[in-house]
């Protein structure tokens, strides 16, 4: 798939359980797009591979990249640390690639307030529903509770910050939902999405 957008920054935010991982993943099978991989300090889920999913390193060793400058951005998300490294985004753009970002409303907002000559377009993901999502983590932790507890206790705050992004686009049918997102990244103009929409789906969710 062709795009206008090259050496871009893309960056895909949302509450915990939304899809936004799982679009990302799709949206880097294109050409000459590619996922920024992110460092952290939590431990690896089933199935995912240190150095493609994530670079899973202590918390002492990224205080020290912190210290060192060496991330574009970085947050505390649930008592984990997640860094995208300034380097790897330089290179893969420099190299005429469109990045793309799996990161937090932290992490979206810092490197908005960076003002990077780079062209950014920002999207946030919402849950069809508030249960569904609920279904989704509990699947996700396989049925880690806790965890699901306090990812379901940031879902709020995280769900406030929509109104920071470019798009808001409702992941309701994965595929529905990355047609919307490929058909955004691709318009050389700003795409007007339904705000009306937008505001009474929140409003369901937040109930």
């Keep these: 798939m062709s795009s206008f957008l090259k050496g871009g920054m893309i960056i895909l935010s ?28 939590r431990l690896p889920r089933l199935n995912e591979k240190n150095g493609k999913d994530y670079f899973f390193i202590s918390k002492n060793n990224f ?32 190299k005429g690639k469109n990045i793309v970002f799996d990161i937090d409303w932290q992490g979206s907002r810092q490197i908005r307030n960076k003002k990077l000559k780079y062209k950014i377009i920002t999207i946030f993901i919402l849950p069809p529903s508030k249960n569904e999502l609920l279904n989704r983590l509990i699947k996700r932790e396989k049925k880690n509770m806790k965890t699901v507890k306090k990812r ?10 929509w109104r920071e992004y470019d798009y808001v686009v409702i992941n309701d049918d994965l595929k529905k939902c990355y047609n919307k997102i490929m058909t955004a990244i691709k318009s050389k103009n700003k795409i007007q999405y339904n ?5 009474n789906h929140i409003k369901k969710l937040l109930i």
Excluded: C, W
Excluded at 63 to 91: M, P, Q, R
Excluded at 153 to 161: A, N, P, Q, R, T
């Design 14 to 41: 949302s509450p915990s359980g939304a899809g936004k991982t799982t679009l990302v993943k799709k949206i880097s099978k294109n050409k000459n797009f590619q996922v920024s991989i992110s460092h952290t300090t």
């Design 63 to 94: 205080k020290k990249l912190i210290k060192n400058g060496e991330f574009l951005e970085h947050a505390k998300v649930f008592d984990n640390y997640y860094g995208s490294s300034k380097k790897l985004v330089t290179d893969t753009i420099q």
């Design 152 to 161: 379901m206790k940031g879902f709020k705050k995280d769900l406030s910050k």
């Design 195 to 199: 705000r009306n929409l937008i505001n």
